[in-house]
């Protein structure tokens, strides 16, 4: 109950910025910090363009990724664009 429930998602097309903000706004109300909910659990999303990861190249691009460790920002109105993440093998 104390970490939080790691999704990878992948889709066919980049997200538009429309897309982008509307799964951003219902990540929000699904997800609370560690600690926060006797309900909700934390998540971290990432998702990726299929196209992007497969065959695999290193490093790969994130379309979208979504933390408890950015809804301040996200709260106000700074969100993050897609990009290369060493991070996802």
Request: hydrophobic share 45%.
């Amino acid at each position: 109950p104390h970490s939080d429930i790691d999704l990878l998602v992948t889709v066919t097309v980049r997200l538009d910025e429309t897309t982008r903000r509307a799964l951003i706004n219902d990540l929000l109300e699904t997800s609370a910090s560690p600690g926060e909910s006797e309900i909700l659990r934390a998540v971290e999303v990432t998702i990726v363009v299929h196209d992007d990861i497969i065959p695999w190249r290193y490093p790969a691009k994130r379309e979208l990724q979504f933390g408890e460790w950015q809804r301040n920002d996200i709260l106000a109105g700074i969100f993050e664009p897609a990009t290369i993440d060493i991070d996802l093998a």
